[in-house]
Nanobody
């Protein structure tokens, strides 16, 4: 089992920045690729970013490319999402997830956190 706890969400003005963190406990953190997903009110959960087991590879949804950066610190069992140039359409609950496939599919994730709310005001 892997337990994931997100933090760092909040209210920010458009154009601002936030850094989300996801702390993992349980089985070996470095055995899992990690991802960030988000779900806006009334919408399906969608992929945001993913990072490989060692952190040497990353990829992003087109909607956040160039604005968001995913990183991980395996010594601290933590994955981060740095979000810059935030837009009102980035408003959502953000979830971190762990998977063994380095996937961007919701259905491929093995473990989920409970999420942290990000609200971007215009």
């Amino acid at each position: 089992q892997v337990q994931l706890v997100e933090s760092g969400g909040g209210l920010v003005q458009a154009g601002g920045s936030l850094r989300l963190s996801c702390a993992a406990s349980g089985r070996t953190f470095s055995s899992y690729a990690m991802g960030w997903f988000r779900q806006a009110p009334g919408k399906e959960r969608e992929f945001v970013a993913a990072i490989s087991w060692s952190g040497g590879s990353t990829y992003y949804a087109d909607s956040v490319k160039g604005r968001f950066t995913i990183s991980r610190d395996n010594a601290k069992n933590t994955v981060y999402l740095q979000m810059n140039s935030l837009k009102p359409e980035d408003t959502a609950v953000y979830y971190c997830a762990a998977d063994s496939r380095y996937s961007d599919y919701v259905s491929d994730m093995d473990y989920w956190g409970k999420g942290t709310l990000v609200t971007v005001s215009s």
